[in-house]
């Protein structure tokens, strides 16, 4: 079963497109889900006729969420094919890409043949960094994933943990062990697959009419490896700002601090739990967010009673922001562009993040927020202290933006012109 929305053919925009990715709201809360969804309202505002597919859903059936119309794919890849086959979509716009058992490059593929345009936009570094982080070794910043042999010599580090060792002993043991074991089986899969991953991300680039990425970083690193292509395009990153109220001028200090994510290894709250341990100052932390890794989150809570406060839906987060003094993104992979921090920004809440990529782009130091050294829990505790004697001093927080809502939608909006999709038909 599917939906179909009534436009007027009067109607300037009367497109009809389908916006895919693994979950959806309510099910899933997440970034990536309510950026869809912000996109999704805004692109219903402007008279387009807009479906939601998701791969994954608690309900079997097609329904509604907030006047969005979703369809399950029970069968995957089956499913997702009829539907194009039966609907007459114009654009097919992925939100997520997530392998072999996925959605991967076959679904965009099928969607080519069926549709006038195919979009991707890039949430995560899906078929870039084999470990996700961009930490070479897991200690040092990285920007290239094009080397076979680099990344299997950090892949080595990571398995054996050889970041804990002395810097000139490790690179001597990974090096040997490296040629050691480079004609084993295992090392051959292992460049097969890094080398599977860079010809997939090609084709990935070359069946899509536009790549969307809202990462300065993310474009960058892109462009360094070798993929230049002209269907790579830089977009705005926006947020609901309907959501946007105003609070009073903050008085003095509140003590408390804010985590939001899910609750697994890559989001870093136990590095946050163990910081909390360390500080002076009688803070509280309320943590919102749902439990993914049920064994990882009895970790943290055995490390740091914090106020676990579970998940809200966006508007109602947002509206608990002036009770803190930061929000913190303790993260230990690599975050594109965290939607939070954006929302946190624009509602006047400094931030205090960890050196990965995509925090250390957004935030200037000392102005909006502060960073702290990736997967240091002493360095965070340190920084946490010294953001709250600043703030005791008097600090406030400086927020500044050189884009407008207003512009920022409509350079997205104009990918979705009718007359290019016209066009091409």
Known sequence: MSFSILISKDSPNSLKILLVLGRYLPFKNAGIENYTHTLVRKLIENKFAV?????????????????????????????????????D??????????????????????????CSKVFFTFHLPYLTCYKNDFRYNGIEDCNNFSSSSRCVKCIIATKLNFQKSNFSIRNFSINLLTHLVQRSAKINGLNDRIQQRKEELKKLIEVCNNIFIYADWFKKILNKNGYTSSAIV??????????????????????????????????????????????????????????????????????????????????????????????????????????????????????IASSAKGNADVIKEGKNGFIFNYGDDKDLAKVIEYAYDLKQKGWKPQFETNSSPVNDWKQILSYYKRDSIVSEK
């Not at 479906?51 to 608690?58: D, H």
């Not at 890849?77 to 609907?87: A, V």
């Not at 009673?305 to 690599?334: C, H, I, R, W």
């Open 234 to 351: 830089k977009i705005p990153y926006v947020t609901n700002q309907a959501y946007a109220i105003t609070f009073p001028e903050a008085l003095g200090t509140k003590n408390k601090i804010l985590f939001v994510g899910r609750i697994e290894k890559q989001k870093g709250l136990f590095l946050l739990c163990k910081a909390m341990n360390l500080i002076k100052e009688n803070l509280e932390l309320d943590v919102f967010g749902n439990v993914v890794d049920e064994s990882y989150n009895e970790k943290c809570r055995s490390e740091y009673a914090y106020n676990f406060k579970g998940t809200l839906p966006l508007n109602n987060l947002l509206k608990e922001l002036d009770q803190y003094d930061f929000l913190v993104m303790p993260s230990v992979f690599t975050e594109m562009y965290s939607m939070m921090i954006k929302d946190a920004f624009n509602y006047k809440l400094p931030v």
């Open 89 to 114: 979509f114009d654009i097919c716009h992925f939100q997520e890409y997530s392998g072999p058992n996925g959605i991967n490059l076959k679904w965009f593929q099928t969607a080519k043949t069926y």
């Open 51 to 87: 479906q939601v597919a998701v791969l994954e859903s608690e309900s079997v059936k097609s329904y509604l969420y907030e006047n969005v119309q979703v369809i399950p794919l029970k069968n995957g890849y089956i499913s997702f094919s009829r539907l194009l086959e039966n609907e």
